[in-house]
């Protein structure tokens, strides 16, 4: 919204006064993930042991544990949740057993039905409060990650001044 200030003349008995009143401009500015899809209304992830549930799963690599539902029983993963974890450790079976934060860090939602989640078409969704669904998440970008850094500083040894022998 843009603010500034109007200046209006008007005479009254002789003098003239300035009165300044306040305007307002709303400016409408576009989404900067025009490219995506409306953003949908996440589904609540459904409890433990739900039979959306097709998959959960431990991830060493990322310390994150996923979880993948079919949520209109068509027979395909369409909405995944990814939480951090606080501890795992392996059962007398060799099992992973994890601790995880109670709400979900990332979600992802099949928006146009193909089966995958993409990314550039908006379908990741970033919570960075990991406080649930409460109207906060945001769509989740890290292009700026996958381009090569530029002009990387080239770094040089000293070369070392010779020593004068007394």
């Not at 009143?21 to 042991?49: C, G, W």
């Not at 690599?61 to 909405?79: H, L």
């Amino acid at each position: 919204m843009l603010c500034g200030i109007d200046i209006q003349e008007s005479k009254a008995s002789m003098n003239d006064q300035r009165n300044i009143a306040p305007y307002f401009i709303p400016i409408v500015t576009p989404s900067p993930f025009l490219h995506t899809q409306p953003r949908s209304k996440l589904p609540e992830e459904p409890d433990e042991f739900d039979q959306r549930e097709v998959d959960a799963f431990y991830d060493w690599r990322n310390d994150m544990f996923f979880r993948r539902f079919d949520m209109t029983g068509m027979g395909t993963v369409d909405f995944m949740t990814a939480r951090r974890t606080y501890k795992v450790w392996l059962d007398d079976y060799g099992t992973p057993s994890v601790i995880t934060v109670a709400d979900p860090l990332f979600y992802w939602m099949d928006l146009n039905g193909n089966g995958r989640f993409e990314q550039e078409l908006g379908e990741m969704w970033l919570d960075s409060y990991e406080d649930g669904l409460t109207g906060n998440e945001k769509p989740y970008d890290n292009s700026d990650l996958q381009q090569a850094p530029t002009n990387i500083p080239s770094w040089s040894a000293p070369t070392p001044k010779p020593q004068i022998e007394d």
